[in-house]
């Protein structure tokens, strides 16, 4: 691919038309053209609608004077940093030099304006150019364009782990602000650099408000820091309470929230993240355990170093030997639910071997009772289901110190990694973290939080005002979760409508004996015969459906010990119903096909779809 420029909002992409590997010189209607840049900017831009739409192109050569329409689509790839050209409705047996070169002209529309195309063909060097209209713009309405293209649909997408639109509160969070923002005693500090373990207010309502939904004795604010929600919050731990040096691998519970993988890398454990297989139970203790009595009496990478080289952690951190990385309830992707026993089983592994547990505890205030199809229209209030299964570091805390605690102090060997991005909103950025009175101030004590104070103070401080009122327990009651419950319902009556007759496992229950679920996602196994990589991408040029596959839940670097060929996560949480019914609908089509032996009817682009899904949670 060439290199690209933007020019007062013009895109020029040039795709090469590479042969060379076709002996009879001929492109046939599988072949497909894709063309990646970094276009982020423009496609965010609130002055532009979208890029360019439908264009046609002769492409022609010096062996043929034979020329043929080819339309193209160029779309907004799922991850907002790709442009792909689509090329319908092709026909067979179309010469092409080698060096024969198509060059899209792609110019950005504005919004309540119809696109203007320009598309141009650089024929190579002996090529002669056959009624090359380079100078025509054809502006298009879109009615026209569905006309000229009576294929093309709608983008479904059955990746993105966003909440839907209409589960953002607005108006709890206007109000909320505008209480903070007309008192001076409470606008005045939350509008200047935080204290080190965060909001105040919000520590003691969290506090009160942890301990109630998992009926334990409250914490104390001393064990509770705020963050900048889950992602930074991982970066920061990594920060203060790891040395590469020392710290001899990461443990990821598989099918892994595979975006968690980049954050231990940066960290610097690339090539060293490892994968524990999940069971019916959570995770397979028997294989970690194997796997840490494997790297006794050696280091990560080998030089068998013996202390931090890098960090000195005292006075107010530790580092430890090993991270583990778990979402113990309703994990993504899969769903499922750690069991009692097996969370108290894996604190007492961790103390054993001086591992920290990183817990993902962000859908525990996300589950209810499972309905069936014909309940899914119903829309009844679902309160909080007490007690919640107790987080990880409810059960490590009152277990005391270890030999691994430096004297004096208690770091504990689990924490809860919480945030409000899936219970208020994303945007607020704001979470935080529960362990011992000692790792709390340690978190605080990482040097971002020394010099800045805390991160999110206003965030807090607008999430303490709903917190406080009652307002946040009232919307998951009456809106978040009932909304989910719902979709849940709906999404899996199509699956079993859709997907049923080819065999398809799916979890209907996160926890293991008991009726309720919980999260954004559905975990398919596919059967024998289908592969999740080839389905989805299937699924994207034939359906223009978005679907992650199982391998890109694969924990990075060492996806061979854990895989997922047959696998798909499919999100409820995003689209409206219409929408995720169709989508759904559109997969079980792919799939008949993929059944009958048939190949791909339609083909509108291509789609690395495993490396596309890092675009979303």
Same mark, same amino acid.
């Given at each position: 691919?060439?290199s690209y420029?933007?020019l ?8 090469d038309?590479?042969?060379? *590997?076709? *002996?009879?010189?001929t492109?046939?209607?599988l072949?497909r053209?894709?063309c990646k840049r970094?276009t982020?900017h423009?496609?965010?831009?609130p002055?532009y609608?979208?890029i360019? /739409?439908l264009?046609?192109a002769q492409?022609f050569?010096?062996?043929s004077?034979t020329?043929?329409k080819f339309?193209?689509?160029?779309i907004?790839n799922?991850?907002?940093s ?6 319908m409705n092709? %026909? ?6 080698k060096s024969t070169?198509l060059?899209i002209?792609l110019?950005v529309?504005?919004?309540?304006s ?9 024929p190579g ?7 090359n209209?380079q100078?025509?713009?054809t ?5 026209k364009?569905?006309?000229?293209n009576?294929n093309?649909?709608k983008?479904?997408n059955l990746?993105?782990?966003w909440p839907?639109p209409?589960?953002?509160?607005n108006?709890?969070l206007s109000?909320?602000?505008q209480?903070l923002?007309?008192n ?7 509008l200047q650099?935080?204290p ?5 207010p ?5 506090a009160a408000w ?5 009926q334990?004795?409250s914490?104390t604010?001393?064990?509770?820091c705020?963050t900048?929600?889950?992602s930074?919050s991982?970066a ?5 309470f790891?040395?590469? %040096?020392?710290?001899?691998a990461? /443990?990821?519970?598989?099918?892994c ?5 980049p954050i231990f ?9 490892r994968?524990v297989p999940e069971d019916g139970e959570?995770v ?6 194997k796997g840490?009595?494997g ?17 000195d ?6 580092i430890?030997r ?6 113990p ?9 750690m ?9 007492n592994?961790?103390?054993?071997y001086?591992?920290?547990?990183i817990c993902d505890?962000v859908?525990d205030f996300?589950? /209810?009772?499972?309905? %069936?199809?014909?309940d899914a229209?119903?829309?009844?209030p679902v309160?909080t289901?007490y ?16 030999r691994f605690d430096?004297?004096?102090q208690?770091f504990?060997h689990a924490i809860?990694n919480?945030s409000?991005?899936k219970?208020?909103?994303?945007g607020l950025?704001t979470?935080?973290v529960h362990?011992?009175a000692?790792f709390?101030?340690?978190?605080a004590?990482?040097g971002?939080?020394r *010099?800045g104070g805390a ?6 401080a607008?999430v303490?005002q709903?917190l406080?009122?009652?307002?946040l327990d ?7 979760r009932?909304?989910?419950? %719902?979709?849940?319902a ?10 049923g /007759? =080819?065999?398809i496992?799916?979890l209907e ?6 009726e309720t679920?919980g ?6 196994t596919?059967p024998?015969g289908?592969?999740?990589k080839?389905?989805a ?6 359906e223009?459906?978005?679907?992650a596959p ?5 924990v990075?670097g ?6 997922f060929p047959?696998n798909?996560?499919?999100t409820?949480s995003w ?5 995720l019914?169709e989508?759904?609908e559109?997969l079980?089509?792919v ?11 339609l083909?509108?682009?291509?789609q690395?779809?495993e490396? =596309?899904a890092?675009?979303?949670?």
């Amino acid at each position: 691919m060439k290199s690209y420029e933007h020019l007062h909002g013009v895109v020029f992409c040039d795709i090469d038309v590479d042969t060379s *590997s076709l *002996s009879s010189m001929t492109l046939n209607p599988l072949r497909r053209f894709s063309c990646k840049r970094p276009t982020h900017h423009l496609l965010q831009s609130p002055q532009y609608s979208r890029i360019a /739409w439908l264009t046609s192109a002769q492409l022609f050569s010096r062996k043929s004077v034979t020329t043929s329409k080819f339309s193209f689509e160029a779309i907004r790839n799922i991850s907002g940093s790709e442009l792909k050209e689509k090329h319908m409705n092709s %026909s067979p047996g179309i010469h092409l030099d080698k060096s024969t070169q198509l060059d899209i002209h792609l110019e950005v529309v504005s919004k309540n304006s119809h696109p203007v195309i320009n598309p141009r063909i650089q024929p190579g060097p002996s090529t002669s150019t056959i009624n090359n209209n380079q100078n025509n713009k054809t502006q298009l309405p879109s009615s026209k364009m569905e006309e000229q293209n009576p294929n093309s649909k709608k983008q479904i997408n059955l990746l993105r782990g966003w909440p839907s639109p209409s589960l953002l509160p607005n108006d709890l969070l206007s109000s909320g602000t505008q209480r903070l923002l007309s008192n001076p005693s409470i606008y005045i500090p939350a509008l200047q650099y935080g204290p080190d373990p965060g909001y105040l207010p919000l520590r003691e309502e969290l506090a009160a408000w942890l301990g109630k939904a998992y009926q334990v004795a409250s914490p104390t604010t001393e064990e509770i820091c705020i963050t900048g929600g889950a992602s930074q919050s991982i970066a920061n731990l990594l920060v203060s309470f790891t040395d590469p %040096s020392y710290t001899k691998a990461v /443990w990821c519970i598989a099918p892994c929230y595979f975006l968690a993988c980049p954050i231990f890398e940066d960290a610097g454990f690339r090539g060293r993240l490892r994968a524990v297989p999940e069971d019916g139970e959570g995770v397979d203790l028997e294989f970690l355990r194997k796997g840490l009595e494997g790297f006794e009496g050696t280091n990560g990478d080998g030089d068998g170093c013996e202390m931090p080289k890098y960090k000195d952690p005292s006075p107010d951190r530790k580092i430890y030997r090993h991270i583990i990385y778990a979402v113990p309830t309703c994990a993504n992707p899969s769903g499922k639910s750690m069991s009692l026993r097996r969370r108290q089983a894996l604190v007492n592994l961790a103390r054993e071997y001086d591992a920290l547990i990183i817990c993902d505890d962000v859908y525990d205030f996300l589950q /209810w009772p499972v309905l %069936s199809s014909s309940d899914a229209s119903k829309y009844s209030p679902v309160p909080t289901p007490y007690p919640l299964l107790p987080r990880l570091s409810d059960i490590d805390i009152p277990l005391g110190r270890t030999r691994f605690d430096p004297p004096g102090q208690h770091f504990g060997h689990a924490i809860s990694n919480g945030s409000f991005s899936k219970l208020v909103a994303p945007g607020l950025r704001t979470g935080w973290v529960h362990g011992t009175a000692d790792f709390a101030n340690g978190v605080a004590a990482t040097g971002a939080s020394r *010099s800045g104070g805390a991160p999110s103070q206003l965030s807090a401080a607008i999430v303490h005002q709903i917190l406080a009122s009652g307002e946040l327990d009232h919307y998951l009651e009456h809106k978040v979760r009932p909304d989910l419950q %719902s979709r849940h319902a709906i999404a899996t009556a199509a699956v079993k409508r859709e997907l049923g /007759w =080819a065999g398809i496992e799916l979890l209907e229950s996160s926890e293991r004996g008991k009726e309720t679920f919980g999260g954004y996602f559905l975990w398919l196994t596919l059967p024998e015969g289908f592969d999740g990589k080839e389905l989805a991408e299937r699924a994207l040029r034939e359906e223009n459906l978005i679907i992650a596959p199982g391998c890109s839940f694969e924990v990075a670097g060492h996806e061979e010990a854990v895989r997922f060929p047959r696998n798909l996560r499919l999100t409820y949480s995003w689209l409206d119903e219409a929408d995720l019914v169709e989508g759904i609908e559109r997969l079980g089509a792919v799939m008949r096909r993929m059944a009958a032996g048939e190949k791909e009817s339609l083909v509108i682009g291509s789609q690395q779809v495993e490396g =596309a899904a890092a675009a979303f949670k």
